[in-house]
T-cell receptor, first 115, second 116 residues
């Protein structure tokens, strides 16, 4: 049973560039959430996708956008990169349901460095 | 506002001993879930244990147990018989019920070091 996968593992970009990160959810999961984790901090929620729509969004600017495909995989796009966007980007998948125990399972993350 | 507080930036424990990692939370909602995740140096967040706000029993998963004190708004993680592989960052997180499947709010984390 494949877990959550993310690509690429590491990425180096310069200020002003654009980047796309990819995520494949755990088998059987239909919901994907994205988090940004700065060094020494806890993860911060960016947004969540379900049924190919953004269902919930955290306090991030419009430079952060995403997409979910019919196979439930997802992309995170960041435009006009800033130095402060350097972080570990974590993708989490879950199965939409009514139980509070719907657990989010995380991938290994993509480490983005902006120079 | 929803908030998770972890007041121990770093903890040391001797191998085979038990350790408690503290977590307090703030929410105005009556229904919520509390989670603990482990993050090794590799970066992946590993789910450990879940406690629902209406669960009467403290959650347990193998060597992990959650000491849930609702009136004090605390959800401490207890790791029994520590192992060297338990050395990692540990994060407490919360989700409110109206956010079904929605965002997790994380604390700042506690770095646990297990000594041989």
């Amino acid at each position: 049973d494949a877990g959550v996968t993310q690509s690429p593992t590491h990425l180096i970009k310069t200020r002003g560039q654009q980047v796309t990160l990819r995520c494949s959810p755990k088998s059987g999961h239909d919901t994907v959430s994205w988090y940004q984790q700065a060094l020494g901090q806890g993860p911060q929620f960016i947004f969540q996708y379900y049924e190919e729509e953004e269902r919930q969004r955290g306090n991030f600017p419009d430079r952060f956008s995403g997409h979910q495909f019919p196979n439930y995989s997802s992309e995170l796009n960041v435009n006009a990169l800033l130095l402060g966007d350097s972080a570990l980007y974590l993708c989490a998948s879950s199965l939409q349901g009514e139980r509070m125990t719907d657990t989010q399972y995380f991938g290994p993350g993509t480490r983005l460095t902006v120079l | 506002a929803q908030k998770i507080t972890q007041t121990q930036p770093g903890m040391f424990v001797q191998e085979k001993e038990a350790v408690t990692l503290d977590c307090t939370y703030d929410t105005s909602d009556q229904s919520y879930g509390l989670f603990w995740y482990k993050q090794p140096s590799s970066g992946e967040m590993i789910f450990l244990i879940y406690q629902g706000s209406y669960d009467e029993q403290n959650a347990t998963e193998g060597r992990y147990s959650l000491n849930f004190q609702k009136a004090r708004k605390s959800a401490n993680l207890v790791i029994s018989a520590s192992q060297l592989g338990d050395s990692a960052m540990y994060f407490c997180a919360m989700r409110e019920v109206y956010n079904q499947g929605g965002k997790l709010i994380f604390g700042q984390g506690t770095e646990l070091s297990v000594k041989p």
